[in-house]
């Protein structure tokens, strides 16, 4: 795909978070999946597998000189009221607090990395979630039917996000 860290020199850059081993967990790393066989991107696009450390993947690309002008977070996640399989566009305070550690500096639940992006750097952040069916309790590859009829919407959903100009959506629209 590309060097380590070169990455960190390209406009926008997509995030699959989540872990493929706790069943809807792992949408993250299925659409990143999808998106590099399925789609052609631009060249100063990136698309990572970032699993659970994308606390590691963010703090490195702050520390770094060159940055994004676009990140965008895809996670699976419990939105409150939302259907199994439903895509939304979500706000940095509407992460669920269990997801919190994942993004938050030093693992402090009160300092949220992307919030800081957001608020201290020019950094477009954009945050594109599906609703979860459930997350097992145990170790059980694979998405649920509603989520994985979610993957290839989400990509086509990322294409636009990808060169769609800088706005901040009603962060409760069903992007479905």
Same mark, same amino acid.
Do not use: W
């Given at each position: 795909?590309?060097?380590?860290?070169? %990455?960190? /020199?390209? $406009?926008?850059?997509?995030?699959?978070?989540?872990?493929?081993?706790?069943?809807?967990?792992?949408?993250? @790393? %299925? !659409?990143?999946? %999808?998106?590099? @066989? %399925?789609?052609?991107?631009?060249?100063? !696009?990136?698309?990572?597998? +970032?699993?659970?450390? *994308?606390?590691?993947?963010?703090?490195?690309?702050?520390? /770094?000189?060159?940055k994004p002008e676009r990140i965008i977070i895809v996670d699976a996640m419990d939105v /409150?009221?939302?259907? =199994?399989?439903?895509?939304?566009? &979500?706000?940095?305070?509407?992460?669920?607090?269990?997801? &919190?550690?994942?993004?938050?500096?030093?693992?402090?639940?009160?300092?949220?990395?992307?919030?800081?992006?957001?608020?201290?750097?020019?950094?477009? *952040? $954009?945050?594109? !979630? *599906?609703?979860?069916?459930?997350?097992?309790?145990?170790?059980?590859?694979?998405?649920?039917? @509603?989520? +994985? @009829?979610?993957?290839? =919407?989400?990509?086509?959903? &990322?294409?636009? +996000?990808?060169?769609? =100009? /800088? &706005? $901040?959506?009603? =962060?409760?629209?069903?992007?479905?």
């Open positions: 795909m590309f060097e380590i860290g070169s %990455h960190l /020199s390209k $406009r926008c850059l997509v995030f699959g978070c989540g872990n493929p081993l706790f069943g809807d967990d792992g949408f993250g @790393a %299925h !659409v990143i999946a %999808h998106l590099s @066989a %399925h789609f052609t991107l631009p060249e100063d !696009v990136a698309c990572l597998d +970032a699993g659970t450390a *994308v606390r590691d993947l963010l703090f490195d690309m702050l520390l /770094s000189p060159q /409150s009221g939302g259907v =199994p399989g439903r895509i939304y566009e &979500i706000d940095v305070e509407q992460i669920n607090p269990a997801k &919190i550690v994942d993004f938050s500096l030093h693992q402090f639940p009160t300092t949220n990395m992307l919030k800081e992006i957001r608020e201290g750097t020019p950094i477009d *952040v $954009r945050i594109l !979630v *599906v609703q979860i069916t459930e997350l097992p309790e145990a170790i059980q590859p694979g998405l649920s039917t @509603a989520v +994985a @009829a979610a993957v290839a =919407p989400m990509c086509r959903r &990322i294409m636009q +996000a990808i060169s769609g =100009p /800088s &706005i $901040r959506k009603d =962060p409760r629209e069903d992007l479905t």
